[in-house]
């Protein structure tokens, strides 16, 4: 019989499944699921950078995308799954009961926010985690942010602080908060006990701070100087599990629920992006980004490799987060994708506006008009874009999410200078490609510079794929060829490669690699004159950065 795998990605705005042959690598089936409530924008305030998602809507897409993975893969595959693992984003966690059960699947809280899953682009803690930040810096002896870096709003303890804060009664009610990766699992096993759970390295190691050097998790006194609440959290912290391995078997019910054989194994969580580059072949010196709404950029490298290096202010560095055996490393941009969005979004509002207010069309016929508009805009823009030569005075920065990397900053704003009257929609469009791309440069010229060798880039997602404009400037900018993944689900593939690893199929994940991952669809070289070009944008775009960070001191001490 064959031995087939099942990798589920949560991503943010679907699940998807494949069906994988551990041997092969062969992908006999996919399957999609977008999450219902999230697509009708039901529970986020975006003004208010509040986003947070329905435990209902993660249960209900997993059946869905399981089972039309294993139709796709033939009548007889759910009996031959030996092995599921899950990714999901991060950090993304829920306020849980004593059972484990997020307490918006409770009627009492079941239409309120405060009780979902916090998503991982969730900004509303911005000022606790300056706080958290403060504390895990200068409270004591110990620096708890030695590997980490700033401490960001879109992680662990400043969601959870600021819950507690604004939310009183969830916080009261909850015993513990667990993240969407460490959630699903569990749930397949029916080890969902705050006691029980199990953990995964990349959610501890990078977003809660748990750390071998520091024997677990930061010290109990600093969380309880933040909040005794938190220390209460950090006492039903259990050790964290590396990916690849496995928390037991799928319970009976959901055996049944999702098709598969009742032996079927359940493996350790993993976040999205690091089951990505997973899925895109990760090694030793080579950087993989996932390009998407936002970006991740991720290496693995040994911790003797890493000693003596002054990387803290540039990414995030854990245990085991990726592959386990090595430190992770992971960097990024908040905005990548979105700015493209925003920019359509800002766009379509004329269009919007008329269709809303016409009678000529039935509703249907609406919103098939939208959508055709908003498909095929960015590609027309962009087809106008590539024709043109860029406007140097026209220069943006990407931080219309604030900033993540290098040196954390999430009060700094988007911006774009040297507009004029003649200004056109695909100078514009030039303008935030070039500024997400210098996001990207300034990121990757900083690991060189301070000493980590980057032998190949590896790129993953749909801009990757669709965008062979912003592809080929990325590889002027940075000088490097880019690599793009032939994989269209490579955060499903990373996950299915930890189940065949957790399965025993496979030693470790890097032989897995050897087997399971779909190589390379594109090469992108850099054009050298090109590259001189950007040069000199690079440079204005630095001068962009630096003029915005100090007038946001200036306005800050008003």
């Not at 391995?245 to 959901?254: A, L, M, Q």
């Not at 920019?343 to 009678?359: E, P």
């Not at 219309?400 to 954390?408: A, E, S």
Request: hydrophobic share 40%.
């Amino acid at each position: 019989m064959k031995k087939l795998v099942i990798g589920i990605d949560f991503g943010s705005d679907s699940s998807r499944a494949v069906v994988v042959d551990a041997n092969t690598g062969e992908r006999l089936g996919t399957g999609e699921c977008e999450y219902p409530r999230w697509s009708k924008g039901m529970y986020c305030d975006p003004l208010k950078n509040v986003f947070r998602q329905h435990p209902q809507d993660y249960l209900e897409a997993l059946r869905s995308c399981v089972k039309a993975a294993l139709e796709e893969a033939g009548s007889e595959a759910g009996k031959s799954v030996v092995a599921l693992a899950v990714d999901t984003t991060g950090s993304t966690p829920a306020p849980v009961n004593e059972k484990g059960i997020p307490l918006a699947m409770l009627p009492e809280f079941s239409e309120n926010p405060d009780a979902m899953f916090y998503m991982w682009k969730d900004h509303s803690a911005i000022q606790e985690a300056a706080e958290v930040n403060r504390a895990l810096s200068e409270y004591g002896d110990e620096d708890y942010t030695r590997y980490q870096g700033t401490y960001s709003a879109e992680w662990y303890w400043a969601k959870i602080l600021h819950a507690r804060r604004h939310a009183p009664a969830v916080c009261e009610a909850a015993v513990s908060w667990v993240e969407h990766s460490d959630w699903i699992p569990a749930v397949l096993t029916g080890k969902t006990e705050p006691a029980n759970l199990v953990r995964n390295a990349t959610g501890a190691g990078h977003k809660a701070f748990w750390h071998s050097d520091f024997g677990g998790l930061p010290a109990r006194e600093v969380l309880e100087r933040l909040d005794p609440y938190l220390a209460q959290v950090a006492d039903g912290y259990t050790a964290p599990s590396t990916s690849g391995t496995v928390i037991g078997s799928i319970t009976p019910h959901w055996a049944e629920e999702l098709g598969v054989s009742p032996e079927a194994i359940v493996g350790v969580g993993v976040f999205d992006a690091h089951a990505a580059a997973i899925g895109a072949g990760v090694k030793p010196r080579y950087l993989v980004k996932v390009i998407g709404t936002s970006t991740v950029d991720m290496m693995v490298e040994c911790r003797d490799v890493l000693r003596g290096k002054d990387i803290t202010d540039i990414c995030g560095q854990a245990e085991n987060s990726i592959v386990p055996g090595y430190i992770g490393i992971e960097s990024g941009q908040a905005a990548f994708g979105d700015m493209f969005s925003w920019f359509r979004r800002v766009l379509m509002w004329s269009v919007r506006d008329f269709l809303s207010q016409t009678d000529i069309l039935t509703e249907e016929q609406k919103e098939a008009q939208e959508q055709s508009y908003y498909r095929k805009l960015i590609a027309r823009i962009e087809a106008q874009a590539e024709k043109i030569d860029p406007d140097l005075d026209l220069v943006a920065l990407d931080w219309l999410n604030g900033r993540r990397y290098p040196k954390i900053n999430e009060y700094v704003k988007g911006m774009i200078s040297g507009l004029s009257l003649g200004t056109t929609a695909p100078q514009m469009y030039a303008a935030l490609a070039m500024a997400a791309v210098f996001g990207s440069k300034r990121i990757f010229d900083t690991f060189v510079t301070r000493g980590i060798q980057i032998d190949g880039v590896i790129v993953v997602g749909g801009i990757a794929k669709k965008s062979p404009y912003i592809m080929q400037m990325m590889a002027d900018a940075i000088k490097r060829p880019i690599l793009v993944s032939n994989d269209n689900q490579c955060s499903a593939t990373g996950a299915a490669i930890c189940a065949a690893t957790a399965a025993g199929i496979y030693p470790n994940i890097l032989k897995a690699n050897e087997n399971m991952t779909m190589g390379f669809c594109k090469e992108y070289m850099p054009n050298p004159e090109n590259a001189k070009k950007y040069e000199t944008l690079y440079k204005k775009y630095l001068n962009l950065a630096r003029h915005e960070e100090t007038l946001l001191m200036e306005y800050q001490q008003l």
